[in-house]
């Protein structure tokens, strides 16, 4: 049985940087595309990136793009969410799953921007 857990959020000014990473884990998680997904307060869950299982191709949504960077690392079943220029509109719980939300959800990582 595969799942992923979510780290690295925090309380942050706009402006900032945050990584967050993803712990995936299970012999078959290095076959799935992984997406970081986010559920502002109010708000359903969104898609924010995914990156497929090779790392060769990567996805962004609109808000996102030219500022957060995913990447993966398989060896250490590990995939990374590099976080810059964030501002309000960013705080949210963070997640990690695969695209289809195979796994179960867990507890996320929250990510609180200041203004």
């Known amino acids: 049985l595969s799942a992923a857990a979510a780290s690295g959020g925090g309380l942050v000014q706009a402006g900032d940087s945050l990584r967050l990473s993803c712990a995936v884990s299970?012999?078959?998680?290095?076959?799935?595309?992984i997406g970081w997904f986010r559920q502002a307060p109010g708000k359903e869950r969104e898609g924010v990136s995914c990156?497929?299982?090779?790392?060769?191709?990567?996805y962004y949504a609109d808000s996102v793009q030219g500022r957060f960077t995913i990447s993966r690392d398989n060896a250490r079943k590990q995939v990374y969410l590099q976080m810059n220029n964030l501002n309000p509109e960013d705080t949210a719980v963070y997640y990690c799953n695969t695209i289809a939300g195979h796994w179960p959800w867990g507890k996320g990582t929250l990510v609180t921007v200041s203004s």
């Open positions: 299970g012999f078959t998680s290095d076959y799935y595309t």
């Open positions: 990156i497929q299982n090779n790392g060769s191709s990567t």
